[in-house]
């Protein structure tokens, strides 16, 4: 019964030494060369021009919203595609009820001026 689990052992015994090794490596290979430029802080290009903690422009959660928009309409129109005519037709329709949720959420940000970014 132990013979069973040796391959697991071996395998976990191999993985957590590549990923200890991988983890390892970099700083007993890479130099170590710290300037200025590269311990300063960097957005975007150019400086930061207030604090981090301030507070947040209310677009960017309205673009994150677009992004689970769009992000959960893929996630679910892939699978349903493929399976979309094999199955019965309350399937389908519960798919295309779902997606007109999604688009009705989508011209909701429209309105709402999320595309407008300026």
Request: glycine fraction near 4%; charge should be negative; include cysteine.
């Amino acid at each position: 019964m132990l013979r069973e689990y040796a391959v697991i052992l071996l395998s976990l015994i191999i993985s957590v030494s590549i990923a200890l090794l991988l983890f390892i490596a970099p700083y007993a290979i890479a130099p170590r060369n710290y300037d200025f430029e590269k311990l300063s802080v960097y957005e975007c290009g150019f400086e930061p021009f207030q604090d981090s903690r301030g507070s947040v422009d209310v677009r960017f959660y309205l673009v994150a919203m677009l992004f689970i928009i769009f992000d959960l309409e893929v996630i679910f129109l892939f699978p349903w595609a493929t399976i979309a005519m094999t199955t019965n037709p309350w399937n389908y329709w519960g798919m295309i009820v779902f997606v007109l949720y999604l688009t009705l959420g989508f011209v909701y940000e429209w309105e709402k001026g999320a595309l407008d970014w300026s």
